[in-house]
DNA sequence: CTGTATTGATAGTAATACTATTATATTAGT
DNA sequence: ACTAATATAATAGTATTACTATCAATACAG
């Protein structure tokens, strides 16, 4: 993958940050930071004043990309869909099966992301891990309806729409293909989540990863005729 | 349900709260204006300060209830995922069937909940409508694992567990029980999440409630062989 | 009517979430 | 090489948040 994802990149909606953090060397080490930072302490106890400290620089620079720290968590989330929308295409390339079409876009949905590093300033490992904790807290607040609006959360519905799509092809008249796909999305990071902190939830085998396997079946059952 | 449930209440684990809000008016109007207040402006804007002004008390007083905001949230979880489970309980009494008691089980947890009014300063639907956008933050930071060991989310977790229970009954060998639950429970709530906010996740249907029967159908499925 | 507990009133602190100003360093164009 | 534009650093300052502390007023219980 790295070869051909090399000068490609997720494409966020530029209504997100102030100034581009990719369009420099301090922007990239905002985005590396915060990715080090929010895994480690959490979204909440974050803030821009310990960014600074840690990447050695002042909370006035960073204001400049971001307006706030729920723009830059707007801004992670929407690069990690974006992220994400990449891998499934590239990994359907050549599929023709809609049903193995299917099977592989959930194995990528579900799938825990191992380090990747098509980018060298992103972990993604741990950017999974970060949009696993603190991603739905990206729109579950009160500015949800306007910053949908403005379009922050295309990259997500656009991801769902298109497996949606492949289901459609399955089953024309299944009814309820956006529901099917958000519920395996939100899911799968819920059961990586419970997995870790509250495995009352969840039915953990050690060892095996069953949240892939647990929702291809899942939706494989839902969809069959 | 009024008449039976009227001297019952939802037991909260003692160790979220300084003070029961129970024991007394106060207490009661932190509840009644906290859940009134978190509905209207959101968990991260609203504070103790805001909600001393409206029930006409003091930050001090609040504070000598709950330690912090969190722990508010902590309390009212706790108190709807006990409600809840009684509302469970009594709409399975008497029914023998496995398979009638899933069925209306999974109806209560993914229902649209109405006014009750089975406690005089608790509006369930302006509480079930903050479970749905709230309730996650609740769990979804640093603090988890303590919590969890000192048993906030045992409530949550026996839910879990005695729905999990009769999906065993109809199939024993079904191997995702808890999963297959958890996925219900939070699934619902960011379906009637989505349907508000960002329906192109979603597939609302004007009129009617699909997502009782999605969930439906979706359990039955993975659970039959 | 006295001790105890509850709440209210007020004040204060450290941290957070910003905004503003000015200085310095870098780079780009001519 | 000089100027202008731009980016960042350094510093300071404000309003709000998330508390803690103190003390007075009230209630109520024995």
Redesign the pocket.
């Known amino acids: 993958m790295k070869e051909i994802l090399v000068h490609m990149r997720p494409e966020v909606n530029a209504c997100i940050y102030l100034?581009d953090p990719e369009s420099?060397?301090?922007?990239r080490r905002i985005i590396t930071g915060s990715i080090e930072m929010i895994d480690e302490i959490g979204f909440e106890?974050f803030?821009?004043?310990?960014l600074a400290k840690a990447i050695?620089?002042?909370?006035?620079?960073i204001?400049?990309y971001f307006?706030?720290?729920?723009k830059l968590l707007l801004y992670i989330t929407a690069w990690y869909w974006g992220w994400m929308e990449y891998r499934l295409v590239f990994s359907l390339a050549n599929i023709d099966s809609p049903r193995k079409r299917l099977t592989q876009a959930i194995e990528v949905l579900t799938e825990q992301v191992t380090e990747d590093r098509s980018f060298r300033h992103i972990n993604e490992a741990k950017l999974n891990h970060i949009v696993i904790a603190e991603s739905s807290k990206a729109y579950l607040n009160k500015s949800v309806d306007q910053e949908n609006q403005a379009g922050v959360f295309t990259g997500y519905k656009k991801l769902v729409e298109r497996v949606s799509k492949i289901i459609l092809e399955i089953n024309p008249k299944y009814q309820y293909p956006h529901m099917l796909v958000s519920t395996v999305i939100e899911g799968a990071q819920y059961q990586r989540y419970f997995a870790e902190h509250l495995p009352k939830l969840t039915d953990v085998v050690k060892g095996k990863d069953v949240i892939p396997r647990f929702y291809q079946e899942l939706v494989f059952r839902s969809i069959d005729t």
């Open positions: 100034k420099s060397d301090l922007g106890r803030t821009f004043r310990k050695r620089s002042t909370e006035a620079s204001y400049r307006e706030s720290k729920h």
